[in-house]
């Protein structure tokens, strides 16, 4: 069965750094598109990031742009997420999807 397993999340102070992991199981990796999304208590799941199966097209919403980075290992079965110069407003959990299907997410705090 498919399987997607994060982690990397914790607590970090503004302007800093983590870097999200996603190993995935259960399907042929390298032919899925991957995507990150995050959610706060009591608002939707946001789409943060997607990239293609070969890893070549990528797409971020606006929010993250130029801050954030996916990226993915074939070879590992595995997708990234860079988070640099992170805000009070990344404050979320963040999952990694393929289609319909998710992980069980990583908490990032973002806070002094």
């Known amino acids: 069965q498919v399987q997607l397993v994060e982690s990397g999340g914790g607590l970090v102070q503004p302007g800093g750094s983590l870097r999200l992991s996603c190993t995935a199981s259960g399907f042929t990796f390298s032919s899925a598109a991957m995507n990150w999304y995050r959610q706060v208590p009591g608002k939707e799941r946001e789409l943060v990031a997607t990239?293609?199966?070969?890893?070549?097209?990528?797409n971020y919403a606006d929010s993250v742009k130029g801050r954030f980075r996916i990226a993915r290992d074939n070879a590992k079965n595995t997708v990234y997420l860079q988070m640099n110069k992170l805000k009070v407003d990344d404050t979320a959990v963040y999952y990694c999807?393929?289609?319909?299907?998710w992980g069980q997410g990583t908490q990032v705090t973002v806070a002094s």
């Open positions: 990239i293609t199966s070969g890893g070549v097209g990528t």
């Open positions: 999807n393929r289609r319909t299907y």
